[in-house]
């Protein structure tokens, strides 16, 4: 059974950095793209970052050039990077994993493609 956990989220003042970790279980994830979306209360659930099972990754435009999405394969671990955080950044983060082996990804995910994800982590940005 696939199981994803999050971990790494909380408060942070704006221009801060948090790091999320998202680990892995129930299958060998090193042939899988896997990604975050995240959800503000009130509002839709957005796309954040993706990456391939290749390495490729892909990321909102609201985030480019601040977040890092990563992957350790060997921990079956994947990760997202956030620097520069702004109030906008706070909502619960989800970190998710396609169903399909070795599907390609070329662009960004809706995050309605995702097979499996996890519980979530809440990330706070203070003004």
């Known amino acids: 059974q696939v199981q994803l956990v999050e971990s790494g989220g909380g408060l942070v003042q704006t221009g801060g950095s948090l790091r999320l970790s998202c680990a892995a279980s129930?299958?060998?994830?090193?042939?899988?793209?896997m990604g975050w979306f995240r959800q503000a209360p009130g509002k839709e659930r957005e796309s954040v970052a993706a990456?391939?099972?290749?390495?490729?990754?892909y990321y909102a435009d609201s985030v480019k050039g601040r977040f890092t999405i990563s992957r350790d394969n060997a921990k079956n671990t994947m990760y997202l990077q956030m620097n520069s955080l702004k109030p906008e950044d706070s909502a619960d983060y989800y970190c998710?994993?396609?169903?399909?082996?070795?599907?390609?990804?070329?662009?960004?995910?809706?995050?309605?493609?995702?097979?499996?994800w996890g519980q979530g982590t809440q990330v706070a940005v203070s003004s």
């Open positions: 998710a994993t396609d169903s399909d082996y070795r599907r390609t990804i070329v662009r960004l995910p809706a995050y309605g493609y995702w097979g499996y």
């Open positions: 129930g299958r060998t994830f090193n042939t899988y793209a």
């Open positions: 990456i391939s099972w290749s390495g490729s990754t």
